[in-house]
């Protein structure tokens, strides 16, 4: 699976430590910025993570930001991206295998270095179980994004 990484400023001390977590789950990592502390607005950061997965770049997305409330409310302004802030393994697998999530958002001032490589494994691990309930609960997540 290739998975788009990218932060802003606040999310630049874990990147490395993301990219390598992806590379040890047996993924090909796609670095999409930023590559410094300089102050970066993390809406852009979010908008390469959804451009390249809807492109067909990437089958999935990390984001990484201060406290990742602020690229999860970005990411999932585009139309298919399904992006959560979780800073426990459950919901890391748990929102893609119920709810399609497709960009895990963390916060780098919330977690440290062995959470943040514990929840990328989780959320590259799991699979979204398209049956019963979820299927049903995600096609209204669908028909809502169409309709509004």
Known sequence: MKVAVACDHGGFPLKQIVL???KAAGHQPLDLGTNGLERVDYPDFARKV???IKAGQADRGVLICGS?????IAANKIRG???S?????YSAHQAV???AMNVLCLGARIIGPEVA?????????AAYLDTGNYARRV???HQMEAAL
């Open 81 to 83: 991206i399904y992006a």
């Open 97 to 99: 295998e119920h709810d």
């Open 117 to 125: 490589r514990e929840l990328v494994t989780a959320f590259l691990a």
């Open 50 to 52: 959804g451009a390249a």
């Open 20 to 22: 390598a977590a992806v």
């Open 139 to 141: 096609n209204q997540i």
């Open 68 to 72: 990742g409330a602020g690229a999860a």
């Open 85 to 89: 802030v979780c800073h426990d393994t």
